[in-house]
């Protein structure tokens, strides 16, 4: 796998912890889906929920190297993939980024083609 193994600048709450080294940092470009779906204690009421995220993972060139989908898994385009739990998130910052900033993941399963 390539890409950046520098952590990046994060807030503390999602900061790699000490002792640990990212393996890879990637962009991810895409849409996190929510529906409109009834309460499940009320059927006439209706709410919004996290239906799941859909993005492509790009390296620091710009060349697309896997993608992010539910699970949440982040599959790499050599065939190995990583299906893990959310563990922190942090508000945006600096307020000029686009979206909350998140510190992933404990994994849960960790496959790797045999090719």
């Not at 796998?1 to 900061?15: E, I, L, Y």
């Not at 508000?91 to 510190?103: E, G």
């Amino acid at each position: 796998m390539h890409g950046s193994t520098a952590a990046p600048d994060a807030p503390a709450a999602v900061a790699v912890p000490s002792g640990n080294k990212p393996a890879m940092t990637l962009i991810g470009s895409g849409l996190l889906t929510y529906e409109c779906r009834a309460k499940a204690a009320a059927a006439d009421t209706f709410e919004w929920a996290f239906a799941g995220p859909d993005a492509k993972l790009t390296d620091k060139s710009g060349a697309t190297v896997g993608k992010y989908y539910g699970g949440p898994t982040w599959e790499h385009s050599d065939g190995s993939k990583v299906t893990g739990k959310q563990l922190a998130v942090s508000p945006r910052l600096p307020a000029t980024s686009r979206c909350n900033w998140y510190r992933l993941i404990r994994p849960r399963a960790r496959e790797r083609s045999a090719a």
